[in-house]
């Protein structure tokens, strides 16, 4: 059994809300009995991608497991690259894999530079195919858009796009054990092409449901957003034998 911490939409934007509250969650994570396997932050780490954004993010992230990031549609590729990852700026898209605790844990780009939707270029498409076939055991795919509608009207507007061809890859690697992303800051819970999707809440402000008071508000009145409620995150029970257990945690202090 191993398992795995998932954080994202951080949106670090030099300001004392989003600083704190990310740092809730790292606190919550360095108090932990024992540290998780390795954590996930599936995007939007940084609010308007400057460097400074994410040279705090990196001082929040420095944590005692591995770390695997990907961006999101406010992140910017060479910065994110450069201090981040440690490697020079470039703005190609960013997919790297780790292993860890007897997992590959992938992670993809699926940002389109200056827009808010997503699509998994073919160049990434074809490294992840040949990444999952040069592993044994299970696999953990991270991204930062759904492939899928979920339910918010003004993020399923801007979810990733061209699925079908990310379903493809996914009929050939049954050892993928879960598919997880960001994007919508709420923490919801699906299937896509036959395998687990997991969405991790907002570090930075919680989204609503259509049925939800206030969830009418454009994104030129805050958007569907709720940023009362506290900050959460998401544990990822992979058990030996494939399955995958997901709880939500808040971090309240």
Not at 29 to 43: I, K, Q, S, Y
Not at 149 to 178: C, F, K, N, S, Y
Request: aromatic share 4%; glycine share 12%.
């Amino acid at each position: 059994m191993q398992i795995f911490a998932h954080l994202s939409d951080l949106h670090l934007d030099g300001g004392e809300r989003a600083d704190a509250r990310a740092a809730a969650v790292v606190r919550y994570l360095r108090e932990l009995e024992h540290p998780v396997d390795a954590a996930f932050v599936t995007g939007d780490i940084a609010d308007h991608g400057e460097p400074e954004e994410y040279q705090r993010a990196a001082e929040l992230l420095d944590l005692p497991f591995p770390v695997v990031s990907c961006p999101g549609n406010h992140d910017v590729r060479a910065p994110f690259r450069e201090v981040l990852l440690g490697e020079p700026a470039g703005d190609g898209p960013i997919n790297h894999a780790v292993e860890a605790a007897g997992a590959l844990l992938v992670s993809c780009d699926s940002t389109i530079p200056g827009k808010g939707a997503g699509y998994l270029a073919d160049e990434t498409l074809a490294w992840l195919d040949e990444t999952l076939s040069g592993h044994e055991g299970p696999s953990l795919i991270a991204f930062h858009h759904p492939p899928l509608d979920v339910g918010v009207p003004l993020v399923d507007v801007i979810r990733q796009t061209g699925e079908h061809r990310l379903a493809a890859v996914l009929r050939r690697h049954p050892e993928v054990a879960a598919l997880l992303c960001g994007h919508v800051h709420t923490g919801a819970a699906t299937m896509f092409a036959g395998v687990p999707l997991r969405i991790a809440p907002g570090v930075v402000s919680g989204s609503l449901l259509p049925v939800e008071p206030g969830a009418g508000r454009g994104w030129d009145e805050g958007g569907p957003l709720d940023f009362d409620g506290p900050p959460s995150l998401l544990l990822h029970v992979l058990h030996d034998d494939g399955r995958l257990t997901t709880h939500h945690r808040t971090v309240t202090k």
